[in-house]
C-alpha cells in the first residue's frame, strides 16, 4: 500500500513559473523525504523535514510539512528545463530502519 | 566514486527462469534496498539489509530472495521469473537508517514473457 500520495499528477509550466505539488499520507512519520527522478534514471535526493520541521529551504526547492493534516507540500521556483522530471515524496514511518514508502509521483514538464 | 551501481541494465527473462541482480556501493554505507517500480505507482520496498550478514522483508517480498555477504554488495534473486515480476529494480543506500537519504542506482528494467 502507498503511504504517500502527491497532487497533481502531472503539471505542464514554462520556464521562469513556480512549480508546486503536494503529497499527503495517512500515518505518523519521523520524517518525509522528497526525491526527484529524470526520465530513465534513479532517483536522486531532494530535501528531507523532519516531523517537528514546518519549512525548509534548498536553493530554489521549499518544503513544508503539516503534520495535523497529514501533508506536504514541494515548490519549486523559477522553474528551469531541466527541473523536467517526476518528483517522489517518500515517508519514513520511524522504526529506524529507513523503509521509505514512495507516492506515485507527480509528473513535471517544464518548456523553454 | 561511482556511487551506486546496478547489474544488468536491462534484462529478458522466459517465465520460470532464474536470474540475480547485482547492486554494489562504495560509499561504506551499512543501509541496503532493494525497490521495484511499476508504471503509475511509486518504489516498493523488497527486501532491505542494516548491515553486512543481514537481511530483513519489505512490502512486496513474495517471489524474491536477497543476500548481503560483503557490505558493499546486495544481490537479488528471482528462483522461479513470472511476468507479474516484470518491473524496473532499484537498488538503493544509505549511511543508516532513519534520517539519511538514499543513494539510488540507475535501475535494471526486467522483461518477464
Known amino acids: 500500500s502507498q503511504q504517500g500520495e502527491e497532487d497533481p499528477q502531472a503539471l505542464s509550466i514554462q520556464e521562469g513559473e513556480n512549480a508546486t505539488m503536494n503529497c499527503s499520507y495517512k500515518t505518523s512519520i519521523n520524517n518525509l523525504q522528497w526525491y526527484r527522478q529524470n526520465s530513465g534514471r534513479g532517483l536522486v535526493h531532494l530535501i528531507l523535514?523532519?516531523?517537528?520541521?514546518r519549512e525548509k529551504h534548498s536553493g530554489r526547492l521549499r518544503v513544508t510539512l503539516d503534520t495535523s493534516k497529514k501533508s506536504s507540500s514541494l515548490l519549486i521556483t523559477a522553474s528551469r528545463a531541466a527541473d523536467t522530471a517526476s518528483y517522489f515524496c517518500a515517508t519514513d514511518a520511524g522504526d529506524s530502519w529507513g523503509k521509505l514508502q514512495f507516492g506515485a509521483g507527480t509528473q513535471v514538464v517544464v518548456t523553454p | 566514486n561511482a556511487g551506486v551501481t546496478q547489474t544488468p541494465k536491462f534484462r529478458v527473462l522466459k517465465t520460470g527462469q532464474s536470474m540475480t541482480l547485482l547492486c554494489a556501493q562504495d560509499m561504506n554505507h551499512e543501509y541496503m534496498y532493494w525497490y521495484r517500480q511499476d508504471p503509475g505507482m511509486g518504489l516498493r520496498l523488497i527486501h532491505y539489509s542494516v548491515g553486512e550478514g543481514t537481511t530483513a522483508k519489505g512490502e512486496v517480498p513474495d517471489g524474491y530472495n536477497v543476500s548481503r555477504l560483503k557490505k558493499q554488495n546486495f544481490l537479488l534473486g528471482l528462483e522461479s521469473a513470472a511476468p507479474s515480476q516484470t518491473s524496473v529494480y532499484f537498488c538503493?543506500?544509505?549511511?543508516?537508517?532513519?534520517?539519511?537519504?538514499?543513494?539510488f542506482g540507475p535501475g535494471t528494467r526486467l522483461t518477464v514473457t
Open positions: 538503493a543506500s544509505s549511511y543508516a537508517g532513519g534520517a539519511y537519504e538514499q543513494y
Open positions: 523535514i523532519r516531523s517537528n520541521e
